[in-house]
């Protein structure tokens, strides 16, 4: 083929602004991405109108790294159709990394009002609902079924996130990841867990009533 015509084919599947190069791990995805809609059946009619505007790689304590792919907002509910299948193919080709997918959020600052001419926030767009929405992307399939916050005592505080158990053995191995990847991207610190059995549960209604 022609030097260079794979990497200018590959380059369909990334889309950054204008004046921005794609970095090497960035190009790396969206080869494989390309190569996936080449040659899986499953995924190649989804994934032929489909591109991601960037990846961040986030270092996690074993060596190991999280590749965190950004789709745009508007095929995030394409991306998630196919998410679970993409996720395994694609842990496959980078087989020392987990692989999250998020959805491009640009969060609005305060003065958002000022600059748009008394236009008022988008909800959507404050701090508050764009790290809620990366909380919700990191775990996707799996649901968040509750939240609590604990104050230590060093005045910090801890936000425990349960994920729906029925999905225990699936992403298990993954709390970890999911905790560093959402303090690398928000500064946040949050602990994914499942939720006590129901008989702990119960055990511990008892003690507080």
């Known amino acids: 083929g022609v030097p260079g015509s794979s990497t200018q084919m590959s380059s369909r599947k990334i889309v950054k602004k204008a004046g921005q190069q794609a970095s090497a791990i960035e190009e790396k995805v969206a080869g494989a991405l390309l190569d996936l809609e080449m040659t899986s059946k499953d995924l190649s009619a989804e994934l032929k109108t489909l591109y991601i505007s960037a990846v961040k790689e986030v270092i996690l304590k074993d060596k190991r790294s999280a590749l965190c792919i950004f789709v745009p907002f508007n095929m995030h509910s394409r991306f998630k159709t196919i998410q679970s299948r993409l996720i395994r193919e694609l842990e496959k080709k980078f087989n020392d990394k987990h692989v999250l997918f998020f959805a491009q959020r640009t969060v609005l600052s305060k003065s958002y009002k000022r600059k748009s001419k008394g236009q008022p926030r988008p909800r959507s767009r404050t701090l508050t609902a ?44 993954k709390l970890k990841t999911f905790g560093s990847v959402y303090k690398a991207l928000t500064n946040k610190v949050v602990e994914f867990m499942f939720p006590p059995t129901e008989v702990d549960a119960e055990a511990r209604a008892v003690l507080s009533a």
């Open 130 to 173: 764009v790290h809620g929405a990366i909380l919700e992307d990191i775990c996707y399939p799996t649901q968040i079924v509750g939240k609590r916050t604990i104050c230590k005592i060093d005045g910090k505080k801890l936000l425990k996130v349960y994920l729906d158990p029925k999905d225990a053995k699936d992403v298990d191995d």
